[in-house]
């Protein structure tokens, strides 16, 4: 039985009611005053249901969808603003003990290098991440209680907030790593953490199962009731996403939007990210092995439908996904992007990007600086900031500002600082000029005449050498 306040995964990703809404979409997909008025509805700003979203996933109305995709290019600027989120992953170590059958950290992957970063290997993988400007990581790791332990994690987030390098320092630390208990999502939260990231990978629990034959990560109930569990160890962001391309996307899609009601139902408190990444080519992975990949016009569609959606979540796209590929969904509803990315174990200080440990083939192989120039001509803001984790606005405060469209008035300044600290201690001269323009124009978009004052006050500081300031 369906019930989105349940704890059981069985029940809030009910595969009966995934099946109900797929038929449901097909027999009114042609239904345009139903598909109007799902449209209308998404206007308002306050989200559409599993079953809404999936009518309008499988419109066939040339016109219908075009207003789809503007309804979620302007949602996204009402709650986003041009502001986009920079971020890199740091990989700790690729020792698993699971047999992910479409990862090559899978157990059973004998030629793959296994490595583990020491705490002196971490520092200097985040002091190469600060020579690039970053400011904020998702720490990545695979699941192997011996080589990998929660203390182990704990650790690395230590070292990490420890590194102050020249005018470098991580201010927030993500974590994507296995589904674990309540008393170890105490232990992050007490770390520091700002979200906890974890992928369902499918919500079709047999394709789950199968996918998923042997480790820990096989278990479809605890794994898809980590989230419950991390609310309750007090972590309040929380970050879901699929790997597309490992079962039908229709599926995938009502689950994932099923997931995101849940956690408002029973926590008052939606995902804070959805990822949307998609299977690519990597060490002993061969994509064309699965059969439901998808095209980029159907990935640009759940984008943009996410969006309309979950109006309120930010949106994460890796560099899994090519700079066209990246530069189309951006418009749609995509808030958080990486730069520079390496999904290798200590790949960041290497001068030449290893692949002997890649998790994935990375398509946008840019740099950080060449990925801030792109999207700076076109018209976003790179953004580095960390403020609300920082001030507390996590949780219910910061849906409650972001939902009402109050956020803006402390993220539009900070990401200016953030950038400006960006383009003093890190650009390359090109960059540093464009942004300056960007930000000399960004600088009267800030409503608040008081907090337009304060903020070129920070900028001018900034220029001068003070650092971290924040609305």
Request: proline share 3%; charged share 25%; aromatic share 8%.
């Amino acid at each position: 039985m369906y019930n989105p306040k349940s704890l059981k995964a069985s029940e809030f990703i009910s595969h009966e009611e995934i099946l109900e809404t797929l038929a449901y979409a097909e027999a009114h997909k042609n239904d345009l005053p139903l598909i109007d008025s799902i449209i209308e509805k998404a206007k308002l700003c306050k989200g559409l249901t599993h079953r809404e979203a999936s009518v309008l996933l499988v419109c066939e109305d040339d016109e219908r969808l075009a207003r789809i995709y503007q309804l979620a290019e302007d949602m996204k600027k009402q709650f986003y603003g041009n502001r986009i989120v920079m971020f890199a992953p740091l990989y700790l170590s690729n020792y698993c003990v699971n047999g992910c059958t479409y990862c090559p950290y899978h157990a059973k992957n004998k030629h793959i290098v296994r490595k583990k970063l020491t705490q002196e290997e971490v520092a200097r993988e985040v002091i190469a991440l600060q020579d690039m400007g970053h400011k904020r990581l998702a720490i990545e790791a695979g699941e192997d209680p011996i080589n990998n332990p929660i203390e182990y994690i704990l650790d690395c987030i230590k070292t990490i907030y420890s590194i102050q390098h020249k005018n470098g320092a991580i201010r927030r630390v993500n974590v994507n790593i296995a589904a674990t208990t309540v008393e170890n999502y105490r232990k992050l939260k007490d770390a520091g953490i700002g979200t906890y990231i974890l992928f369902q990978e499918t919500y079709h629990k047999d394709s789950y199962e199968t996918l998923h034959p042997t480790g820990p990560k096989h278990n479809y109930a605890y794994h898809t009731e980590a989230m419950d569990r991390a609310m309750e160890g007090g972590i309040d962001d929380v970050g879901i996403g699929v790997l597309f391309g490992l079962e039908l996307y229709k599926y995938e899609f009502a689950g994932l939007l099923m997931h995101a009601e849940h956690l408002e139902a029973v926590h008052g408190v939606g995902p804070h990210t959805i990822s949307v990444p998609r299977i690519k080519h990597a060490d002993d992975i061969d994509p064309n092995a699965f059969d439901n990949s998808i095209s980029d016009e159907i990935f640009a569609r759940l984008c943009a439908l996410i969006r309309l959606a979950v109006p309120y979540t930010g949106m994460i796209i890796s560099t899994r996904e090519s700079q066209q590929v990246r530069e189309k969904v951006l418009r749609l509803g995509v808030s958080q992007l990486s730069g520079g990315s390496r999904t290798s174990v200590g790949g960041y200080e290497e001068a030449e990007r290893p692949t002997d440990t890649e998790q994935f083939d990375v398509s946008d192989q840019r740099t950080l600086d060449e990925v801030v120039h792109w999207l700076m001509d076109l018209g976003y803001i790179p953004s580095f900031c960390t403020a609300c984790y920082r001030e507390g606005r996590t949780g219910d405060r910061f849906m409650s500002l972001c939902k009402s469209g109050q956020i803006q008035n402390c993220c539009h300044p900070n990401a200016l600082m953030t950038l400006k600290e960006y383009l003093m201690d890190y650009a390359s001269e090109e960059t540093r000029a464009i942004g300056e323009a960007l930000i000399e124009a960004e600088l009267a978009n800030i409503p608040h005449e008081n907090v337009r004052a304060i903020c070129a006050d920070h900028l001018d500081k900034i220029a001068q050498g003070i650092r971290d300031f924040r609305f």
